[in-house]
């Protein structure tokens, strides 16, 4: 089984900044693209920033420049750094790999169990 766990989470004031992480573990024989998603209050959940395991990037339109997403292979964790914050990225951020198990023959999506995010104005 493969276990997503997301940390860094929490109250900052707009205009601040968190960095978000999230570890994966257990048995894993490989992990493909790594990302962030995010939901807000009665809103669907959607992408913020992917990340290939050979480093490409993409994000979504509204964190353009104020997000940078990175990942240790090393590790098995990804990261999200959030800069220049505004109370419209508040929500739950979830944590979303690509991963093949051991056990398995093809590759599936886990997801973490999120952390809030809450920007005050």
């Known amino acids: 089984q493969v276990q997503l766990v997301e940390s860094g989470g929490g109250l900052v004031q707009a205009g601040g900044s968190l960095r978000l992480s999230c570890a994966a573990s257990?048995?894993?024989?490989?992990?493909?693209?790594m990302g962030w998603y995010r939901q807000a209050p009665g809103k669907q959940r959607e992408l913020v920033a992917v990340?290939?395991?050979?480093?490409?990037?993409t994000y979504a339109d509204s964190v353009k420049g104020r997000f940078t997403i990175s990942r240790d292979n090393a590790k098995n964790t990804v990261y999200l750094q959030m800069n220049s914050l505004k109370p419209e990225d508040t929500a739950v951020y979830y944590c979303n790999a690509n991963v093949k198990p051991m056990a398995a023959l093809i590759p599936r999506d886990y997801w973490g169990k999120g952390t809030l995010v809450t920007v005050s104005s």
């Open positions: 990340i290939t395991k050979d480093m490409r990037t």
């Open positions: 257990g048995s894993i024989f490989s992990m493909n693209a």
